[in-house]
């Protein structure tokens, strides 16, 4: 016999790692699991799914174990059954999947979904014990900051004209808003832009909504990105020097916000005392930090750029100075007075590998026990343009910039396919947009690959300081600039803004995304920066969106919907990235265990909706987005 309504059961069959679905059978609530709790495990299926049978299956030290799941009548509700078992945690890392036996034979259930073969393990659901989750992240919207070009508070500290030389080019001082030179000059020009001029502007963060800054490097350097570090114990005095990072911890502890500095352990600038030292003197001190291919000007360097010489860690001592050390660079600045909230690693998929010293996994493992050690709640964030999920398995990395698992496939979907390099050819693309199909397989995938825990706190983000700017990606489409920050601000993990973006500043390049922030209110697109408050308002508010599951409902050709719940709240998310209004017509949605009866709001709009016959009747749904709150629930 043939699986009866394999679609619709496939659709309702759901887990992933929300408290809905993972819970302590006893004790307190919270998501910090520990060696030795019991931990209940739910999935849930349509009450007239053929399932005859479901096996919990997991490997406690290696050995395949299978539980048998019940399924409580209490638990069952008009539209849905919830099926359970429970466990005992026994390991650090307890990865599991789902047997389900149906009248057509037997179906794996994994983090990528259904299956008939054989899965490997390694896309199982996986629950952390022993992890402690820094908890403020995932009530937070970051907001990205370019120290340079976002505000002056004070003009005494800014570059002069010809104050040095690098590189052969004379530093510059620019009018703030002057359009920049091309590379390489643009490197050393300076718009004045300081940590004084960032607290200046707390009132307009608070405003807008955001809680947490992550801060462009701010450590002593020659150029105006400052990953040439030139001194990792003193903040740069044109940037206002230390004082000015300590009267910014004081300013926004009282206003309850958090930030976090970009460090690059990876490599530091050639003009760098210890790199000077050790060009100077094979034998000085430092010289063991480097690689010398041939001593003194054929070194190891970050992707063959010169001023970038790389660190090497086979350095016992070089270990010491930058994490493992009781003052080194990683914990010297978590202390009093300066109590940053977290780290932002550069390159960090590149950091402590080179040719046949593959040294990251001992490096990272002692980054993360310093930093967690001077303070647990430090969040550890890597850059990575890539798949690390090899770094977020809960003993590295507590997130990545979530390029590959985020804002990649937005802008695939959104705009085109396309993929770059820093070698020929450097960029490689098709000019057709992605699937909705490929763009919900590609975040599946990456959220399989990680822990829900560390998924939750993924740093989400449109663009950044090395990519253009979500706009000029997107074609200056409104709509679709709206319908890209509703996904950034609905989708599971913690939003970033780059700032700008909500005021609707633009750049075709990375050059350009470093253009200087525009205080000139008049010139604002005030609609689009309402629309950012709006959303920050519902992220930071909605547990479902803090805390929730998530589960695709539909998928259309330029259609999109999605289910973020929590046992207090749904949200649906509706985006339409068609030139065409989307028609209006039912959602179905008892596959997200959505009674009949539910009665949701637009949150833009006001209009609302009941859930009858198990869909939502939703209105024409234009280029854009529509979010629909639940507001009055029968919730199963």
Known sequence: MMFIDQTATHLSIHHDGSSRYVRKTHGAPGPDLQIGDDVTIRLRARKEAPIQRILFRTCPDGEQLFIEMSKPAAHTSSNCAWWQASFKISMPVSA??????????????????????????????????????????????????????????????????????????????????????????????????????????????????????????????????????????????????????ISLRQATAQRGMRFIVDIVPNHCGMEHEWFKAAQQDPRAPTAEYFSFHHHPNDYECWLGVRSLPKLNYRSQKLRETIYAGDDSVFRHWLKPPYSIDGWRVDVANMLARHGKDQLETEVWEGIRQAVKQENPQAYLLGENFFDSSSQLQGDKLDASMNYAGFSQPVEYWLSHFHVSQHAQPNQVESNMPWPTQALVDSWQASRAAIPWVIARQQFNLLGSHDTARIINNLGHNQALNRLAVALLMTYVGTPCIYYGDEIGLSGADSL?????????????????????????????????????????????????????????????????????????????????????????????????????????????????????????????
């Not at 008939?116 to 199982?124: F, M, N, S, V």
């Not at 510059?172 to 832009?193: C, D, I, L, N, T």
């Not at 998310?573 to 997200?592: K, S």
Request: hydrophobic residues 35%; negative net charge; glycine residues 10%.
């Open 96 to 245: 599991y999947r789902f047997l389900i036996f149906c009248e057509d034979g037997a179906w794996w259930y994994n983090g990528t979904g259904l299956h008939r073969y054989l899965p490997t393990d390694a896309e199982d659901f996986r629950l952390l014990a022993d992890y402690t989750a820094p908890s403020w992240v995932r009530e937070s919207v970051f907001y990205q900051i370019f120290p340079d070009r976002f505000a002056d508070g004070d003009p005494t500290n800014s570059v002069r004209d010809g104050e040095y030389e690098y590189h052969g080019l004379p530093s510059s001082s620019r009018r703030w808003g002057e359009k920049q030179s091309g590379w390489p000059q643009a490197m050393v020009e300076f718009y004045g832009g300081d940590i004084p001029g960032v607290e200046n502007h707390l009132d307009y963060l608070a405003d807008l909504g955001v809680n947490a800054i992550y801060f462009n490097p701010i450590f002593s350097a020659y150029s105006n990105h400052r990953y040439d570090v030139t001194d990792y114990f003193n903040v740069d005095p044109h940037l206002g020097g230390n004082p000015a990072l």
């Open 512 to 636: 350009e995304a470093r253009n200087c922030m525009n205080w000139d209110a008049s010139t604002w697109n005030t609609d689009l920066r309402s629309f950012y408050q709006a959303l920050i308002k519902l992220r930071r508010s909605s547990p479902a969106l803090i805390d929730g599951g998530f589960q695709v409902l539909q998928i259309g050709e330029n259609t999109l919907a999605y289910l973020r719940d929590s046992d207090e709240e749904q949200i649906i998310v509706t985006g339409n990235r068609g030139a065409e209004p989307q028609p209006a017509g039912l959602l179905p949605v008892a596959h997200g265990a959505i009674s009949n009866g539910c009665s949701f709001t637009e949150i833009f709009s006001g209009q609302t909706s009941r859930v009858e016959g198990g869909s939502l009747p939703l209105p024409e749904l234009p280029s854009g987005v529509q979010i629909w709150r639940c507001t009055e629930q029968t919730m199963d």
